[in-house]
């Protein structure tokens, strides 16, 4: 009888020193969209590319379905815990290309933020798309060429990082688009 | 075209602008970037003074006398290099072909440069 009671009094004090982290709704839909983001990543790795950097960036598409029907902060969460995940899958956690990654995606966020604010009515996911895929590239190349290539040799790649964020923007933007119409039917 | 009616509904007006604008911004950066042109002369120096310019259009070797031996230039269309030097580093020559207005190979312990030009010079010197 007293090793029960014992067992018993052991479990309460272990019950009140747990701590419980409560999993909200919320912290399941960001980790299902955050999931998907980084799936996109990896699948989007072993796409070959003719220009390291050059790279369609799929996750974005998810990034911008959840900024338009989860608002800013949602898209932030997903975008920052697919660059932390995915690069600690691919083993490029705090290598140049992990810092590259991130100051893209904070910059992009911070252009999603304010472009988040014009009419809707007007400016729809390409918008969104193409002007986050402009700031993800320049802040690329200011962190590189103040980081990776102290030199202003690596701004001759501007025009084909700018025609590359045109493209991929618009083509993200409109599967974005797409995929918004289809999720509200 | 099914692709097109599919598609351009998702498009809304300020969209169009925004591409317009993405545009004008990845086709500006083209000529600014790229600007410099097609490199058309070279230019020997030895200390600074001019010893030989040509046009490059044609092959060619040319022979410099420096303070420590003889430096060969090449020169073939649309670009030239040191093709050999006396110095220790051989920094000119690893320089390989230079193609890019305002290029310069410069070969010190000879007091040897080749340097391009080209019609707009918009920049004194380019290294990478």
Known sequence: ?185 | MRALREWLPHLRPGDWGTLALGLALAASSFPLLWRGGVADRAVVKRDGAILAEFALNASRRFEVEGPIGRTVIEIAPGRARVAADPGLHQYCVKQGWLTRPNSIAICAPNHVSLQLTGKDSSFDSLNY
């Open chain 1, 1 to 185: 009888m007293p090793l029960f009671a014992f067992l018993i009094i052991g479990e309460r004090y272990f019950q009140t020193m747990s701590v419980e982290l409560t999993v909200t709704s919320d912290d399941r839909r960001i980790a299902r969209f955050a999931a998907a983001a980084i799936v996109l990543t990896i699948a989007e790795a072993a796409i070959p590319s003719p220009l390291p950097g050059v790279k369609p960036g799929l996750a974005n598409i998810v990034v911008l379905v959840v900024l338009l029907r989860h608002g800013w902060a949602d898209a932030a969460w997903v975008s920052l815990l697919r660059v932390f995940a995915a690069s600690l899958l691919m083993g490029q956690f705090l290598a140049p290309g992990f810092f590259l990654s991130l100051a893209g995606a904070l910059a992009s966020l911070a252009t999603l933020a304010a472009t988040v604010r014009l009419p809707s009515r007007w400016f729809g996911p390409v918008t969104h798309s193409v002007a986050a895929a402009f700031a993800h590239m320049a802040a690329q190349l200011v962190v590189a060429r103040l980081w990776l290539v102290p030199h202003d040799g690596v701004f001759l790649l501007t025009p084909i990082f700018a025609t590359a964020a045109l493209c991929f923007g618009a083509i993200n933007g409109l599967i974005a688009a797409k995929l918004l119409v289809e999720l509200d039917q």
